[in-house]
Each structure stands twice: as C-alpha cells, then as structure tokens.
C-alpha cells in the first residue's frame, strides 16, 4: 500500500514518502477565516500581555498553506460539502454527508484508519452528529438527518459496525429513544442502550466526564460523553458561557483526555490513532455576526494548538494538520478596537434566552440595563442607543450590531464566504520540515485526506468498495424527515 503510494505520487515522491506518522490529529475551526485569527490576536494581546501587539498566538506560528472549498453546486460551500472533501477526499454538493452527487457513499480517513487496526475519535463542541463529525463515520443525503447520523456514527445503523472510539461533544437527545424523557428522536431507537452494550463508557455531564481522571483513570476506551440538550441546536455552551456555567468542560479538556486516552491505548502498539477535533462554534459566532465569542471561540482553537503542538513534541511520533472548511461572516477589521470586546463575558445566544425569559412584570428598559447591556460590554450605552435596543423587532441583532460598531469591526454576511481558508501543520524535528513541504502553497480541500491516508499508510479506497459490498440504497432510503428541520442557518 505504501509504495504503490509513493509511486502515484506524481510529486516529490521522495518528500511525500518521508512523512510516515503514527498518529494524526485533525482539527477543524469550524468558519474561522484570517480575520478571526487577527480579532483573537489583538484581543488576547491586549488582555493577557498588556498590549504586546509583538505576541503571537499558536495557530500563527503553524501556517503552512491556503485551501479552497468550492462545493459542486456552489462556490459557497457548507460544513457538509466542505468536510466530505477533507474527510473523504471527494467534492459533493451542500447538505451531502460523506457521499458523491450521485448518492454514492465514499469512505473517510477515519474509518480507514480504524479498519487498519487504528483507534480513533471525534471531539467537537457542536453537537456529535452536526455535519462535520457526521462525515468521518456517516453517509446520508441531506446534513439534516441527524437521527440517522447519530445511529451511524454510534455503529448502531453504520454497515461496518462502530467506527469511533471516542465521541465528545453536545447532542445527547440524539442518543436516547424518544420515550425517554429530554429525547429529540422521532424512534424509539436507544442508542446509549447500543453503546453501553458494545462495550462503551457512557457519559452524559459534567461529574462523569471528570471521573476519566483526564484519561488517566480506570475508564478506557472506547466512551461516549455528550453534555448538552438545551438551546436551539443541542450544541455545547460558547466558551463565554461555559466559564461562568462551569458545568460543562471545555475544548481543550476534551482534548487532553481523549489524548491520554488514545495514547494510553496504543503506545505500546503499532497502529496508533486518527482524532477530529473541531472547535465548532467559531462558526456560530460568526452567523450571529457576535464578535465577542467569535474571538474567545478563536482563542480556544489556539488553546487547543499550543496544546497539540506540546503534545506532539512529547509525541513526535505524531503529526497535526489543521484547516477550517470555510470562513463565515465576512468579517473585516476596518477600524478594530479590541478593547471595546474586553468587558464582555455573555455570548448574544445566551442573552438573548435572558431576555426572552425575563420576568413578565420586569420593566423592560430596567432589564436592558441591569441585566443585558452589562454582560456584553454595553454598560456606558447612551440613552439614544438604549432607545434603539429597546425599538428593534431583533434585539440580538441590535445588540450585535452596537456592539460590532463599538469595536470596529463589520460583518458582511450572516452565512459562509467563498474566502479561501489557511492550512496549518505540525510535526516535531525533520518531519516537521517535509510535513512543511508537503502543505506548502495552495491546495483543493479534497487533497488533504490524501495526505493524511499516505501518511498513516492506510487505505480510503478500500473503506469505499466495502460500503458498496451490498448495495447503496441505505444511503438513500434512511433519509432524513422533512417535517423535523428546525428552523436553522446552513451551518
Ligand atoms: C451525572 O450522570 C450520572 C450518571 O452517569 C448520574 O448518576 C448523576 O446523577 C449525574 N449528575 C448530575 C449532576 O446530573
Ligand atoms: C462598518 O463599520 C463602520 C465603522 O464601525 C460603520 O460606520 C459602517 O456603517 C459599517 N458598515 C457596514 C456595511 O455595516
Ligand atoms: C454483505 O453481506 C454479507 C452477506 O449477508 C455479509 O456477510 C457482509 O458482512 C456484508 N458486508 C457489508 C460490508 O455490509
Ligand atoms: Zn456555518
């Protein structure tokens, strides 16, 4: 496998033949372009290092090359159309889930490396069966079958059997069967019911997330933990919220443990491990055009980076590739002034369910000022913008709006851009070096799970020919319910 590799490498084959890895780790920032990048900078520069604008944050110091994301029926793409290249190595239209425009499924790196004998995982803070964790360990027509895709990505429905080892992240109703109380299922399918009985850990808050001692304690693979149901979209709190909340972990947790975890499962093995991580709500941040937690999501990714980044130079038997699957917001920085971001400790999702929930007696105007404008760094709010607030049809949008004025900062958009988006790469010592080669200049997003396939030694083709073995029309047949589509951007 590997030297028929090297021989269809058209390109440098002697480089490409040298990067030869263990473990990959794969992170997605899910809608982050070069504008949030810069916003995070400035704003984490002028918080944590007293305005030292000569600090860099991590994911500066690993930009390796730029990638495009066309989708094929639009130049815009989506997390569904975008991930399906990244994960799968084939373009595909908007909505599609790990499956050509002709409804073919097409097998992920993650499931390569899990049939070559690897362990893997998938850690997001959207919820476990949101587009882009559906991509590595589903296949669905439509990104909206989330019932379906929940089914696969457990084994429960998947024709192989359970493809991931760890899955964290939001979306628990997902997993339980809609007799259950705080179900979203329209079955009664009881996937943790499925899961416990292969053999997973199951957990579903914060105090059983914290009993894995970091992935250092009894508990092994594989697990399952998945913390929020509530809100909108299931998703897991901005890390705004979560601060403050503290009853759910973080990113970064996440992603220590699963490394002590995965890492504790192979080291004395030799296959080694493929982990998604995705920073997810970098994106939502950016279709609430909410510039605050559009950075503190920003400064989380680069937690996550630097974090990686030590890991892998304890680990150099491990390398790291990073790319969002596209920008969102159309942000520019066209006067920025990171300090009027400084004082907000809310995300606008989370006022907003403050407001729409205040007491029925509350004076409104009172509220605003005590409750709203505070959190979201609008104490010194004029009696004129005050006015405003309180005569808009969307107060979240006036918010956002003020308070995007404030700092300097404009969105052109609440969806996704067609902007290409920065590839970033990490690896310890020589390989660090041809890993750089490899990702240097300008890639289609397709290419990168090539990279990553030639890397590991392992074989998305083949993953391929056996979802065929029996047919494809349980690609199609479980399609998603048009009647359960919540009224939601295209993420
Ligand atoms: C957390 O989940 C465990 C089961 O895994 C349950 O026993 C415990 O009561 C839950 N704790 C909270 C605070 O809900
Ligand atoms: C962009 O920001 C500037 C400065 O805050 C503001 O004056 C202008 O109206 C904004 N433009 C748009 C299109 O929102
Ligand atoms: C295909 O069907 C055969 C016969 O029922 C079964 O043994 C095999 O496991 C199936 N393979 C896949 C990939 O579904
Ligand atoms: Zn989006």
């Given amino acids: 496998m590997r030297s028929s590799a090297i021989i269809a490498g058209a390109f440098a084959p002697a480089v490409l033949a040298a990067i030869q890895a263990k473990n990959v780790i794969y992170i997605v920032p899910d809608g982050y372009g070069q504008a949030s990048q810069t916003m995070a900078r400035d704003l984490a520069t002028l918080v944590d290092h007293a305005g030292d604008v000569t600090r860099e944050l991590a994911a500066d110091d690993m930009v390796r090359g730029l990638v495009r994301t066309w989708a094929t029926n639009n130049l815009i793409t989506d ?29 992920s790196i993650l499931e390569a490396a899990k049939l070559a004998g690897m362990k893997t995982g998938l850690v997001v803070t959207s919820t476990i069966n949101h587009a882009t964790p559906a991509v590595y360990a589903s296949h669905v027509k439509h990104r909206n079958s989330y019932d379906e895709i929940a089914s696969q990505e457990i084994g429960y429905s998947h024709p192989l059997g359970p493809m991931v080892d760890i899955l964290l992240g939001g979306g628990r109703c997902y997993f339980k069967p809609k ?28 105090s059983a997330f914290d009993a894995l001692e970091k992935g250092l304690g009894k508990i092994r693979l594989p697990y399952i933990g998945l913390f929020n149901d509530d809100g909108i ?4 709190k901005y890390e705004l919220d979560r601060v403050l909340d503290g009853d759910e972990p973080s990113l970064l947790e996440m992603v220590e443990t699963s490394l002590n975890s995965l890492h504790r499962a192979t080291h004395c093995k030799k296959k080694g491990y493929f982990i998604m991580i995705e920073a997810s709500r970098i994106d939502h941040a950016g279709h609430a055009n909410d510039p605050a937690s559009h950075a503190h999501e920003t400064i989380m990714y680069n937690k996550v980076m630097d974090y990686v980044r030590k890991w892998i130079d304890a680990h150099p038997d491990t390398i790291m590739m990073s790319a969002a699957d596209h920008e969102c917001g159309g942000l520019t920085l066209n006067g920025y002034r990171p300090l009027a971001l400084k004082d907000v400790t809310r995300s606008r999702e989370h006022l907003e369910t403050v407001w729409k929930n205040r007491p029925s007696g509350a004076d409104s105007r009172q509220f605003l000022v005590s409750e709203i404008l505070p959190p979201f760094g609008l104490a010194s709010a004029t009696d004129a913008e005050i006015n405003t607030l309180l005569q808009a049809s969307n107060l979240g949008n006036e918010l956002v709006s003020l308070l995007s ?27 660090g070096k041809e890993l750089s080669l490899v990702l240097s200049g300008h890639h289609d997003n397709t290419e990168l799970p090539r990279i990553v396939e030639k890397a590991l030694g392992v074989d998305m083709d083949a993953v391929t020919k056996l979802l065929r073995a029996n047919g494809t029309n349980w690609v199609v047949k479980r399609d998603f319910d048009e009647t359960h589509i919540v009224d939601e951007h295209n993420h």
Avoid at 193 to 204: D, R
Avoid at 233 to 236: A, N
Avoid at 407 to 421: F, R
Wanted: charged fraction near 20%; glycine fraction near 14%; hydrophobic fraction near 35%.
């Fill in 79 to 107: 997390s569904a159309a975008s991930g399906t290249a990244f994960a799968c190595g084939f373009k595909s239209y908007n909505n599609a889930v790990g499956i050509t425009p002709d409804f073919q499924p097409v097998g």
């Fill in 405 to 431: 004025k404030k700092a300097g900062v404009n969105w052109s958009t609440g969806g996704h851009t067609a902007s290409d988006i920065n590839l970033h790469g990490y690896a310890a010592g020589e390989m």
């Fill in 179 to 206: 007799s259950e109380s705080g179900s979203c299922r329209k079955d009664d399918k009881d996937l943790f019911g499925f899961a416990k009985s292969h053999g997973f850990h199951v957990m579903q808050n914060r």
């Fill in 233 to 236: 979209l299931d998703q897991m």
